[in-house]
C-alpha cells in the first residue's frame, strides 16, 4: 500500500507494486474508499475530504426521481482523488496481462457464461454475421415481409424448469423490430398528425376571420353612440334642431 501513496486516480501501476505474483501486469486505479467510508471522487485534487454541490448525473450520488425536483442539487461530502494513509480500499482493474493468469479472475474457465442473449434486431444479427444480409432485403418490398421471421428465428432460446419439474422454453422479446404492420401504423399515424395540424389552422384561420367581422361591427356601432352622446342636454338638441 505505500507503492500506492500520493497516486491519483486513472494512473497506471505495475503489477509488482502490489505483489510478486502480480508480476509483468500494469493496473489503472479507478477509486477508492477511505477509513470512514467515504468514496474518492475523481476531478477533485486533494487528499482531503471536500463537500461538493453535486446535481444528477455526478459520480458519487445517486437520485431518485420520485424524491427530487429537476435540477436539484444536493451537497456531500466527498475523498479526494489522491492516494493517502487514510485510504483502506484501492478499486484497480487490468490494462494488460502478465505472464501468468490469476485464479479466478482471467482464466478462460472462469468466465461466467451469459445467461440472457442480446435482444436488439441489430445486436442478433451481429452476432450471427447477417447484418449485411438484413440490410439488402430491407430495400425490395416483397423481401422485406420475411425479416421478422429472419431475426426471430437466431433469437436465443434457453430451457427453464420449474420447482415442480415442469420444463418450458423462454425466448426475450424483440425490441425495435421493424416490421411491415409497424411500418404501416407508422404511416398512418404521420398521416393524423398532418390532419390534426390542417385541421387547427383552419379553424384558427376561421376564428380569426369571424373576430375581424365582429370587431368592425363593433367599431361602427361605437361611432354612431359617440354621434348622439355629443350633446351635452336635451336643450342643446332642441336648439340644434330648431336652428
Not at 501513496?5 to 494512473?11: A, L, T, V, Y
Not at 441489430?122 to 449485411?132: P, Q, R, S, V
Not at 421471421?149 to 415442469?166: C, L, P
Not at 389552422?201 to 361605437?222: L, P, V
Request: charged share 35%; net charge positive; proline share 2%.
Amino acid at each position: 500500500m505505500s507503492n500506492l501513496i500520493d497516486k491519483r486516480i486513472g494512473n497506471e501501476i505495475e503489477g509488482e507494486a502490489i505483489s510478486d505474483a502480480f508480476g509483468g501486469y500494469i493496473f489503472k486505479i479507478t477509486g477508492g474508499i477511505d477509513k470512514d467510508g467515504f468514496a474518492m471522487k475523481n476531478g477533485v485534487l486533494t487528499s482531503d475530504r471536500k463537500r461538493l454541490m453535486l446535481s444528477k448525473g455526478s459520480s458519487g450520488i445517486r437520485f431518485r426521481r420520485h424524491l427530487y425536483r429537476t435540477g436539484t442539487k444536493i451537497r456531500k461530502l466527498v475523498r479526494g482523488c489522491i492516494i493517502t494513509t487514510d485510504i483502506r480500499m484501492v478499486n484497480i482493474k487490468i490494462v494488460k496481462n502478465g505472464e501468468k493468469l490469476i485464479e479466478g479472475l482471467n482464466r478462460p474457465e472462469d468466465n461466467i457464461p451469459k445467461k440472457l442473449a442480446p435482444k436488439k434486431a441489430t445486436n442478433i444479427l451481429k452476432e450471427f454475421g447477417l447484418l449485411d444480409i438484413y440490410n439488402k432485403k430491407k430495400s425490395n418490398a416483397e423481401e422485406r415481409k420475411t425479416l421478422r421471421f429472419m431475426i426471430t428465428k437466431f433469437a436465443h432460446k434457453r430451457e427453464v424448469k420449474t420447482s415442480k419439474g415442469k420444463v418450458y422454453t423462454k425466448r426475450p422479446k424483440i425490441q425495435r423490430l421493424i416490421t411491415p404492420l409497424r411500418l404501416r401504423r407508422k404511416a398512418i399515424l404521420k398521416q393524423i398528425k398532418k390532419d390534426n395540424s390542417k385541421y387547427t389552422a383552419d379553424q384558427k384561420k376561421s376564428y380569426e376571420d369571424t373576430f375581424k367581422k365582429h370587431k368592425g361591427k363593433k367599431a361602427a356601432n361605437k361611432k354612431v353612440v359617440k354621434s348622439t352622446k355629443a350633446w351635452r342636454s336635451i336643450k342643446d338638441l332642441r336648439w340644434a334642431i330648431n336652428k
